[in-house]
């Protein structure tokens, strides 16, 4: 069973650009849960997508947005990076919204805004 | 809303004292409670659970009681390893495993041989 992989492991980019990080779920997985770790803070929730459609959203402006695909791969765009946006970003994937299932993490992407 | 608060760090133990990280939440109805580790350089790994009141979560000899009365969900181990060296999060969900999570600041432990 394929755990949950993210890319790239490590990002660098300037102020005003934009990024896409990608995220591929657990086998069999429809839920995926994107955060934000800032450097010695707990993963903040900035959303989740349920079979391709938004399921919730944390307390994050609309620069950032997602996108789940038919395969359950996802990906978390931000637009205008900003220095704050610093931060390790994780995606975790659970098998149907509403059951009793964990979260299952990925190692995360390093973004780097300069 | 929910919210999570954890025992400040960094906490140094000697290898084989007994660990107690403190956990408090707060949250309306019935939230499932969890415990996540990060080692160095690592996403999170999910340690233990509970998904309500009294019930115990355990998992390579660290546990965790879900007490709604103290709405607390401590982590403890007897006799700590210098491989439990990391990064403990106590984190809340309101319903269901698979939804929100929302985590405390976290709580770094260091264990000395």
């Known amino acids: 069973e394929t755990g949950v992989t993210q890319s790239p492991t490590h990002l660098i980019k300037t102020r005003g650009q934009q990024v896409t990080l990608r995220c591929s779920s657990q086998?069999?997985?429809?839920?995926v849960s994107w955060y934000q770790q800032a450097l010695g803070q707990g993963p903040q929730f900035i959303f989740q997508?349920?079979?391709?459609?938004?399921?919730g959203r944390g307390n994050f402006p609309p620069r950032f947005s997602g996108l789940q695909f038919p395969n359950y791969s996802s990906e978390l765009n931000v637009n205008a990076l900003e220095l704050d946006d610093s931060a390790l970003y994780l995606c975790?994937?659970?098998?149907?919204?509403?059951?009793?299932?964990?979260?299952?993490f990925g190692p995360g992407t390093r973004l780097t805004v300069l | 809303g929910n919210s999570v608060t954890q025992m400040e760090g960094p906490v140094t133990l000697s290898e084989e004292a007994f660990l107690t990280i403190n956990c408090t939440y707060t949250?309306?109805?019935?939230?499932?409670l969890f415990w996540y580790v990060q080692y160095p350089g690592e996403g999170l790994q999910l340690l233990l659970k509970?998904?309500?009141?009294?019930d115990k979560g355990s998992n390579k000899g660290f546990e965790a009681t879900y007490r709604k009365e103290t709405t607390s969900f401590h982590l403890e181990k007897g006799s700590v390893q210098v491989s439990d060296s990391a990064v403990y999060f106590c984190?809340?969900?309101?319903?269901?495993?698979?939804?929100?999570?929302?985590f405390g600041t976290g709580t770094r432990l260091t264990i000395i041989p």
């Open positions: 975790a994937s659970s098998l149907d919204f509403g059951g009793t299932d964990t979260q299952y």
């Open positions: 086998s069999g997985h429809n839920t």
């Open positions: 997508y349920y079979r391709e459609e938004e399921n």
């Open positions: 949250a309306t109805g019935y939230p499932s």
């Open positions: 509970a998904t309500k009141a009294d």
């Open positions: 984190a809340l969900s309101k319903d269901f495993g698979n939804e929100k999570l929302t």
